[in-house]
Structure formats: structure tokens, C-alpha cells
């Protein structure tokens, strides 16, 4: 498969159901494991849940095989292994307090994203987070 266009099925996905902070970054530097890290984050648990079934549901469409969604219980932070490409949706203050941009950071990819897609999604001021800042 065609990293591109898996990439950009991902991100019309997660666009498709409103996710905020779209950020998708190149990782073959980093491991041999997956070729994509996409990070999203979304307002509820529910819209959590729902970008996962999203992006499974686009992969499917596209003959990938051995899906897997992981942490679908709290849908605070849920990860889908799309093979090459591992897309993290998770809360704003899971996302800042686990702060994987830094982990997987290195090398960004530009691609185009939807204006909403941008947006920072905000932080509820009683997350539970000691160490996250509102």
C-alpha cells in the first residue's frame, strides 16, 4: 500500500468526524515498525471512540488487513494500528501530558489539512492532571 495515500485516507477520516490537531509525522528514521505516526485529538470520549471507528473503517475499505484499535474502554486515548501507520486520538490534557509529539516529533510531514483540523483542542481546567497546565 502506498504510504500516501494510506496517510491521506487517515487524515480524511479523522477529518470527517471533526478531530483537532491534526499532526502526522515520519517515523522510518526512528523504527522499522511503522512508517507514520499520526496524533489527533478529539473533545469526547464518544468523538474519541467514534475517530477510531473512522479511521478502522477507512482502512478496511482500503483491503488492510489485521486492524487493531486498542483503548476503546475509557476513550480518553485510543490507538489505531493501521499497519504502517499508528494514529494516536486522544484527550487534550492525556495528549499534553503524554506529549508524544516529542517522542515521535522529529520529522513532521506537511499535508493538507481542513482549518478545524488545526485548531488546538482546549484543555478542561478539572482534567485530573497534575502536571498539565491549562
Do not use: C
Request: net charge negative; no cysteine; aromatic share 6%.
Amino acid at each position: 500500500m502506498d504510504i500516501t495515500k494510506l496517510q491521506r485516507a487517515v487524515i480524511d477520516a479523522l477529518e470527517d468526524v471533526k478531530a483537532q490537531d491534526i499532526k502526522v509525522y515520519n517515523t522510518t528514521h526512528l523504527t522499522s515498525l511503522f512508517d507514520r505516526v499520526v496524533i489527533a485529538s478529539a473533545t469526547s470520549n464518544r468523538q474519541t471512540r467514534a475517530l477510531a471507528s473512522s479511521v478502522a473503517d477507512s482502512g478496511r475499505a482500503l483491503s488492510l488487513s489485521g486492524i487493531t484499535i486498542e483503548g476503546e474502554d475509557t476513550g480518553e486515548w485510543v490507538v489505531v494500528d493501521l499497519g504502517d501507520v499508528v494514529v494516536h486520538i486522544m484527550q487534550p490534557a492525556i495528549r499534553q501530558y503524554y506529549n508524544l509529539e516529542e517522542i515521535w516529533g522529529g520529522k513532521p510531514v506537511r499535508v493538507k489539512l481542513l482549518p478545524e483540523s488545526t485548531r488546538v483542542a482546549p484543555i478542561p481546567t478539572d482534567s485530573g492532571y497534575d502536571d498539565v497546565e491549562s
